[in-house]
């Protein structure tokens, strides 16, 4: 299973994987974006509290186990890597990341351009699947 642990606004805006199964964002944004994150200086993004939940839900609707192939993937490989050990800690057997994210990392000039999905030019798309897409409960 391929699941996108971005948030969904990154999905909505940057596009995702066309192989990806689920879009379940690992963090999130405050749905009114009221709280800054001085050190990143940017809007703060929360834990999804049933970040795991819901993957347990997708892995049953696939009729897969705790034991089959996890791969997540996130914008440059930090969260879904974070997101990893969340799931290993849950007793998932085989989850792994995509080291390089979708977009990778930045450039000299500040750009996601060095490698990443996109930048190896794999298929995606900014069309979404709502069958794919998260809501929270």
């Known amino acids: 299973m391929f699941i ?12 995702m994987p066309s192989a990806v199964d689920a879009l379940v964002p690992f963090v999130e944004t405050e749905d009114l974006m009221t709280t800054w994150d001085n050190a990143r200086s940017a809007y703060k993004l929360e834990p999804v509290q049933d970040f795991v939940p819901e993957i347990n839900r997708r892995l049953k609707e696939k009729q897969l186990t705790k034991e089959d192939i996890v791969v997540l993937i996130c914008r440059s490989g930090d969260r879904s890597s974070r997101a990893v050990n969340r799931l290993a ?3 998932f057997k085989r989850v792994y990341t995509v080291a390089d994210g ?5 450039s000299k000039d500040g750009r996601r351009n060095v490698n990443g999905w996109k930048n190896a030019d794999l298929p995606w798309s900014y069309k979404l699947d709502k069958s794919k897409m998260y809501f929270a409960k």
Request: hydrophobic residues 35%; glycine residues 16%.
């Open 102 to 106: 979708f977009e990778g990392d930045m």
């Open 4 to 15: 996108d642990v971005r948030t969904r606004t990154e999905a909505m805006f940057v596009g």
């Open 89 to 91: 800690e849950d007793g």
